[in-house]
Structures are given as C-alpha cells and as structure tokens.
C-alpha cells in the first residue's frame, strides 16, 4: 500500500511540475543568433526545467571568407545542433533560406511558418529580436524581427491561416514575448546571466566557423583602415574563442550594470494589452 501511494504521489508531483514549465520559441536569423543575443537568458529557462525550441530561419550560407557555400551550410547546421544540445535546447529547427536573401522571400509566405510554429509549440514565451531597433543594418534580421512580431501578435486569430486548423493546430496567444534589442534605452527587462555566462559561452564556441568569421571580418575592416590590429591586440586574435569570450564579457556586464548585476541580457519584454496591464497586479 505504502508502494502505491508513493507511486501515485510521485506522479503526482511531476504531474504538476510538468503542468509548471514553460515552453521557450526562439525565433532567429541566422544558426547562432539565439545563442549570442539570447544564450544565458535560455540557459536560465533550461536551467529552471522549461523547454526550449529554437526556430533558425535562414542556413548562414555567406558568412564566411574562405569556405563555399554548400560546405558551410552543412557546418553551420552542425554547429548550431551541437550548440543547441551544449545549451540543452529541446529542439533546434531550419527553414533553409538563403542567407541574405529573405528579401526575396514573400512575407506571407515566412509570417505563416512562424504562425505554424507558434500554434505547434505554444509557447508561454517568445524571443526574437526587436524589431523596433531602429540601428540594425542586416536586412536579415531587420525581416526576421519584424516578421516573428507579426505573427505573435496574430497567431490566436482562428480566420488566420485556417488550414492549420485542419492540420490539427488551434490559434494559439503568447503571454510573454522578450525582444532582443541593442538600443539599452529602449529595453525594459534585464535577465541576469551571471551564474549562466559559462553555458552561453560553451553553447556559442560551438558555432566555430561564425566566429571564425566575425574575427576575419574585424581584420579585413583593420587593413581597409591601415590599422595594426594585431599589434594592438598581441595574441589575442590568434584564438578566437578568446576574443569572443573577452567581447561577450564586456557586452554582458555593460548591459548588467543597467541592473545591478555582473552580467545580463537586455529585452523590451511585452506582455498584454495596456488595459490589461493595467488590471494586472
């Protein structure tokens, strides 16, 4: 008797813990970006037992100076598994278009798949970049941002796509959506990632070929400019994963200090309508 009971409160409890956790959507450009903007924000959700899924929409194909494109879309799909499973992310999903070139793309056409996703995997949470920053300049993102804001505004609304209804997906309303954002004025929330920065850093040197490149980039901005950057630098730029754990400590603990913490991520955090903010206590 003792036996059943314990069975049937143990069940019980993780009855109730499973009813708890929340369901994180990612919605993202390119196979690192959630790991860069987003990384110890999502490592803190994992973390706290919630599910992760990230959504990578394009497949990263011009981002490098050496490698072809086929090549680099089969690394950069690899990179972003592994650094999904390092994060501990549930599921990492690919839309396949062509970096650079979601211009080319009809925003019917993306806004549906994401509203696809949304009502598949009801999240409590959405995360995508904010589209109201004003400064971005890959068009990418600027599509992307504007475009996951879109169809999370939209997704409940069952005359929207009605084929998924017959898919077997109901309209579906996100409470919480956190945007991204650069523009530290703007954002509202701060998450802190002091005791997550390790598994962030651990998820984002997956993405080797990506970092490879940002620092590639850097020097061939250096030499335009007939700057000695090594010089400056000494050996930093020789191990690249050092130069991104030194740039990616710097921005967490400028952003932190917005709130008081060693290190933080930045988010304009949007919930409800303002008259139901209003009645929220």
Do not use: W
Not at 59 to 76: M, N, V
Not at 122 to 146: G, M, S, W
Not at 234 to 239: A, F, P, Q, S, V
Request: hydrophobic content about 40%; overall charge negative.
């Amino acid at each position: 008797l003792l036996i059943i009971l314990y069975k049937r409160y143990t069940q019980n409890r993780l009855s109730k813990v499973n009813e708890m956790a929340k369901t994180i959507l990612a919605i993202i450009p390119h196979p690192d970006d959630a790991e860069f903007y987003a990384g110890g924000t999502l490592a803190r959700f994992i973390k706290d037992g919630d599910r992760v899924i990230i959504l990578t929409t394009t497949d990263g194909a011009k981002g490098s100076f050496e490698l072809c494109a086929d090549e680099l879309i089969r690394l950069r799909k690899t990179e972003a598994i592994n650094a999904a499973m390092r994060l501990g992310a549930e599921k990492v999903l690919f839309l396949g278009y062509t970096d650079l070139e979601l211009d080319r793309v009809p925003v019917h056409e993306l806004r549906e798949k994401y509203v696809r996703s949304i009502r598949e995997y009801k999240p409590d949470i959405l995360i995508a970049e904010d589209y109201l920053y004003a400064e971005e300049t890959h068009p990418d993102h600027r599509i992307v941002a504007r475009v996951a804001s879109e169809a999370v505004t939209f997704a409940n609304l069952p005359l929207l796509h009605p084929e998924h209804i017959r898919d077997g997906l109901s309209p579906h309303f996100t409470p919480e959506k956190y945007f991204y954002t650069e523009d530290l004025e703007a954002a509202n929330y701060f998450v802190d990632i002091s005791d997550t920065f390790e598994e962030k850093m651990a998820a984002l040197c997956e993405h080797k070929s990506q970092i490879i490149f940002l620092v590639e980039d850097i020097l061939h901005q250096a030499k335009a400019a007939g700057v000695d950057l090594k010089a400056a630098t000494g050996e930093l730029l020789n191990d690249p994963k050092e130069a991104m754990r030194l740039a990616m400590q710097m921005k967490a603990g400028e952003v932190g200090a917005k709130a008081g913490y060693a290190m933080g991520e930045a988010f304009r955090r949007a919930r409800f309508h303002p008259l139901i903010e209003g009645l929220i206590t």
